[in-house]
């Protein structure tokens, strides 16, 4: 079982940029979104399909589809460029998994 | 406010043990559940394992049995303990806050990693 993420996305600033995150299990299991910049730790931006941390920028959303979760970026900014990762699990709801990591690169 | 560090031996030679401390500040490790993430150069995100409050463990499949996640309550740390190490160990680990009321769980705080080298 494995999440599939697209390696990159690339969009101007002020844009909207989107990178989704498919998976099988994703129906039934929440999915969560870290932010990860150079030399950084993981930092998580979405929880529970749609959910904002504090002091997470109000411009990060998630949404959900079937198979597929979206992390969207509105008004994208310099600072937004980075990895990101999703973060789910199988069937069990156990065993953590990991999607593949999109880049992000603000042109 | 939450923190975490990790520390361990940089260094290993393969087939040895790697064992790496966590130690927790801002809250205690009774209080919550603790997980270990690792990344390997240029890669991905991978989930190493969870440690429960209740001391119930759970860990990547591909790492079979050879990994042990623990905690010492009195220094307020968490272990990890990977045995038979190859290169292909090698990476930056990260012990993480795991946020256990949901399912699956995932990891709100997390420390800074260390990196690990497996090399002859």
């Known amino acids: 079982y494995e999440l599939t993420q697209p390696p990159s996305v690339s969009v101007s600033p002020g844009q909207t940029a989107r990178v989704t995150c498919s998976g099988d299990?994703?129906?039934?299991?929440?999915a969560y979104w870290y932010q990860q910049k150079p030399g950084q730790a993981p930092l998580l931006v979405i929880y529970?399909?749609?959910e904002r941390p504090s002091g997470i920028p109000e411009r990060f959303s998630g949404s959900t589809s079937g198979t597929t979760v979206t992390l969207t970026i509105s008004g994208v900014q310099a600072e937004d460029e980075a990895d990101y990762y999703c973060?789910?699990?199988?069937?069990?709801?156990?065993?953590?998994?990991f999607g593949g990591g999109t880049k992000l690169t603000v042109l | 406010q939450v923190r975490l560090q990790e520390s361990g031996p940089g260094l290993l030679r393969p087939s040895e043990t790697l064992s790496l401390t966590c130690t927790v500040s801002?809250?205690?490790?009774?209080?919550?559940?603790w997980g270990w993430i690792r990344q390997s150069p240029g890669k991905k995100l991978e989930w190493i394992g969870y440690?429960?409050?209740?001391?119930?463990?759970h860990s990547n499949p591909s790492l079979n049995s050879r990994v042990s996640i623990s905690v010492d309550t009195l220094k307020n740390q968490i272990s990890l303990q990977l045995t038979s190490v190859t290169a292909g160990d090698t990476a930056v680990y990260y012990c993480?806050?795991?946020?256990?009321?949901?399912?699956?769980?995932?990891?709100?705080?997390w420390g800074q990693g260390t990196l690990v080298t497996v090399s002859s």
């Open positions: 993480a806050r795991v946020e256990a009321g949901a399912t699956p769980v995932y990891f709100d705080f």
């Open positions: 801002g809250t205690s490790v009774r209080s919550y559940s």
């Open positions: 440690i429960y409050y209740t001391e119930t463990t």
């Open positions: 299990a994703l129906p039934r299991q929440y």
């Open positions: 529970k399909d749609s």
């Open positions: 973060q789910s699990a199988d069937s069990s709801g156990i065993f953590v998994l």
